[in-house]
């Protein structure tokens, strides 16, 4: 990430836009306060975004959270279990559990 003032983007922009072609990001300053942020923008979605996704994608560009990477590998604290021996009625067993509040 490289900080650069105003004037000097002004000077230099088709030098400073060719690095952010490279990937680079830029953070604009006046009077060496933060005011914008220069960067390739984000692959377009071939779907609409929902709100949340929305809401997210803006709280990751914002830098208030960072989204996991891999979701491919499973947690460490997770235990795969193997199926149920005998068939399982799950509309029975609910129907039991709240029988028992009564």
């Known amino acids: 990430m490289k900080t650069v003032g105003i004037k000097y983007l002004k000077d230099h922009l088709s030098q400073e836009l060719q690095e952010v072609r490279q990937g680079e990001t830029l953070l604009v300053t006046d009077r060496?306060?933060?005011?914008?942020?220069?960067?390739?923008?984000?692959?377009?979605?071939?779907?609409?975004?929902?709100?949340?996704?929305?809401?997210?994608?803006?709280?990751?560009?914002?830098?208030?959270?960072?989204?996991?990477?891999?979701?491919?590998?499973?947690?460490?604290?997770?235990i795969p279990l193997p199926p149920p021996s005998v068939p399982v009625d799950l509309a029975q067993l609910l129907e039991e559990t709240r029988a028992d509040r009564v």
Not at 35 to 64: C, D, F, M, T, Y
């Open 32 to 78: 060496n306060i933060v005011i914008a942020e220069i960067r390739q923008p984000s692959p377009a979605h071939v779907q609409k975004v929902n709100r949340l996704e929305a809401w997210l994608n803006a709280q990751e560009r914002a830098g208030h959270l960072r989204r996991a990477t891999n979701t491919e590998t499973a947690s460490p604290f997770v």
